[in-house]
């Protein structure tokens, strides 16, 4: 059975870190590309930042860049995702991606909220 389950999300004061996790069971972790997504309130699902297989390749939003660090761990079939100087403009609930040619999984979301 596949599995996607986010942690780390909170509320947070502008400014502010988070460490999201996301732990994967199921399937071959180490095969799919790994992506962070994020919803807010009345918006669309939007890419916050993905990685390649073997970490060896990132890429982010603008909107995040600079600010949002995603990293993995392909013996703890772990995706991370490091967001500092968070902005209200972050506050989404954070969904992890799993995906291999036509093959995507997601994870039922952690929420983020920035706010003081």
């Known amino acids: 059975q596949v599995q996607l389950v986010e942690s780390g999300g909170g509320l947070v004061q502008p400014g502010g870190s988070l460490r999201l996790s996301c732990a994967a069971s199921?399937?071959?972790?180490?095969?799919?590309?790994m992506s962070w997504y994020r919803q807010a309130p009345g918006k669309e699902r939007e890419l916050v930042a993905g990685?390649?297989?073997?970490?060896?390749?990132?890429n982010y939003a603008d909107s995040v860049k600079g600010r949002f660090t995603i990293s993995r761990d392909n013996a703890k079939n772990t995706v991370y995702l490091q967001m500092n100087s968070l902005k209200p403009e972050d506050t989404a609930v954070y969904f992890c991606?799993?995906?291999?040619?036509?093959?995507?999984?997601w994870g039922q979301g952690t929420r983020v909220t920035v706010s003081s």
């Open positions: 991606n799993a995906a291999r040619a036509a093959t995507i999984y």
């Open positions: 990685i390649s297989s073997t970490g060896g390749s990132t």
């Open positions: 199921g399937f071959t972790f180490s095969s799919y590309i």
